[in-house]
């Protein structure tokens, strides 16, 4: 298979195309290898336009996806930067492209071991992945530069944006299938703007999140 050709069509196919994809994003994910982040199994399938599916039920976002939220929090040099479920380390990886350290947190342990393992096969070193339930921010390294949520959260948990530093920057996804919010929140002086919704979608939700009590008529 040639994987360049594949990894240029998922940009220019899959990515350009849905919104104002800028050159620096496009040419970060021309240069980090995503096959390299897959499971073996489905390495033929790493440039699909499908949520690739991880150990114990969880899965990779959709290449598009990913596009959208380097765009979103931009790509300006970060000191520290939070990610709240590693997955396979390949978002990470990316992140970890224009920032100092990245601290990107997994509860799940076979996880965190796939996506360590991933990274330092690939070199990168300034991310820490660690083990951890994450559902109320991750507060052993903030304030952040940026926050990245990179699963579904029924609502984000109070006062999260109070882990960014002034001028930080997080994203998330909010809300429940069939449809979500991708949002962003940025943080100015010690105040917090209104989330702004980016565009709607459905991704997996992440493990142990506090549901939203249905309302009952």
């Known amino acids: 298979m040639n994987f360049e050709q594949a990894r240029f069509n998922m940009v220019e196919q899959q990515i350009r195309p849905w919104g104002a994809i800028g050159h620096d994003v496009r040419q970060l994910l021309m240069t980090v290898r995503r096959e390299d982040y897959v499971p073996a199994a489905m390495r ?25 939220i380097l765009q979103a929090i931009g790509t300006l040099h970060a000191n520290s930067v939070l990610e709240i479920g590693t997955g396979s380390g390949y978002f990470a990886a990316l992140l970890a492209a224009n920032a100092d350290h990245v601290y990107s947190v997994e509860i799940d342990p076979e996880l965190a071991r796939f996506a360590r393992d991933n990274l330092a096969r690939n070199g990168v070193d300034n991310v820490t992945v660690e083990e951890g339930d994450a559902s109320q921010g991750w507060y052993t390294q903030a304030p952040y530069d940026v926050i990245v949520v990179s699963g579904g959260w029924p609502e984000l948990p109070e006062g999260l944006e109070l882990q960014l530093k002034p001028g930080g920057r997080l994203f998330a996804f909010t809300g429940a299938s069939p449809t979500m919010k991708a949002c962003i ?13 980016l565009f709607e979608t459905t991704v997996p939700m992440l493990r142990h999140i506090p549901q939203v009590p249905a309302f009952n008529f």
Do not use: C, H, W
């Open 185 to 197: 929140i940025y943080r100015s002086d010690k105040k917090s703007l209104e989330p702004v919704t």
């Open 44 to 68: 033929a399938l790493a440039f699909a336009d499908i949520e690739i599916p991880l150990p114990n039920g969880q899965a990779m976002l959709r290449p598009a996806i990913e596009g959208r």
